[in-house]
Nanobody, 115 residues
C-alpha cells in the first residue's frame, strides 16, 4: 500500500513558477514509475512528467523546457518544478506511482495560472 500526498499548488500569474511536492508513505526507490498527471476541467487526465525505475524521465511536449521532475529518495518525495507557467497549465495536478503492478494516486493539488 502506498499513500501519496501532494502539496505546493496555488494561484500564480502567467510567467511565474511553482514547485509541487509528492510525499510517499514508503520508499520510492523501488517504484516502477513515479509521475505527475494533470486534469483540467472538461478534459481528460494527461501525463505531465515521469520517472521510470531505470532513472529515465519523459515529459509532455507542452511542458518540455519549462517543467522539471526530480526526486529525493531520502525524503521519499518527488517534485515538479514548473517555470514560465501559462494559463493553459491550470489544472488539478496528481501524483502517481506504479508499485507491484498497482496504481496509486494522490488527492491532487490545484494549480491556477492567471493571465
Amino acid at each position: 500500500q502506498v499513500q501519496l500526498v501532494e502539496s505546493g499548488g496555488g494561484l500564480v500569474q502567467a510567467g511565474g513558477s511553482l514547485r509541487l511536492s509528492c510525499a510517499a508513505s514508503r520508499s520510492i526507490d523501488n517504484m516502477y514509475v513515479m509521475a505527475w498527471y494533470r486534469q483540467a476541467p472538461g478534459k481528460q487526465r494527461e501525463l505531465v512528467a515521469r520517472f521510470t525505475i531505470g532513472g529515465s524521465t519523459s515529459y509532455a511536449d507542452s511542458v518540455k523546457g519549462r517543467f522539471t521532475i526530480s526526486r529525493d529518495n531520502a525524503k521519499n518525495t518527488v517534485y515538479l518544478q514548473m517555470n514560465s507557467l501559462k494559463p493553459e497549465d491550470t489544472a488539478l495536478y496528481y501524483c502517481h506511482a506504479l508499485f507491484n503492478s498497482r496504481d496509486y494516486w494522490g488527492q491532487g493539488t490545484q494549480v491556477t495560472v492567471s493571465s
